[in-house]
Nanobody, 124 residues
């Protein structure tokens, strides 16, 4: 069992930046994939970015490529999502999730543990 706790969300103006954090505790393995998803009101949950714990491999959704950066600190069991050049369409609840060894993993069904989410609101 793994527990995930997100933090760092908030209100920011378009063009601004935020950094989300996801602290993991419990059973984590070096081959786990960690991912970020988001869900806007009335929309399905969508993939944002993923990273392998044991390597520097990363994978991004097209809408955030070049603006968002996913990273991890293995010593702290923490995954980060640096979000730059934010747009109003980035407004959503952002979720951290733990997947398995499949790579890349961009579908919610490929992840088995989820955090509670953190709200990101980008004003125009």
């Amino acid at each position: 069992q793994v527990q995930l706790v997100e933090s760092g969300g908030g209100l920011v103006q378009a063009g601004g930046s935020l950094r989300l954090s996801c602290a993991a505790s419990g059973r984590t393995f070096s081959w786990d994939t960690m991912g970020w998803f988001r869900q806007a009101p009335g929309k399905e949950r969508e993939f944002v970015a993923a990273i392998k714990w044991s390597a520097s491999s990363t994978y991004y959704a097209a809408p955030v490529l070049g603006r968002f950066t996913i990273s991890r600190d293995n010593a702290k069991n923490t995954v980060y999502l640096q979000m730059n050049s934010l747009k109003p369409e980035d407004t959503a609840v952002y979720y951290c999730a733990r997947g398995g060894s499949r790579w890349p993993a961009a579908l919610p069904d490929e992840y088995d543990s989820w955090g509670q989410g953190t709200q990101v609101t980008v004003s125009s």
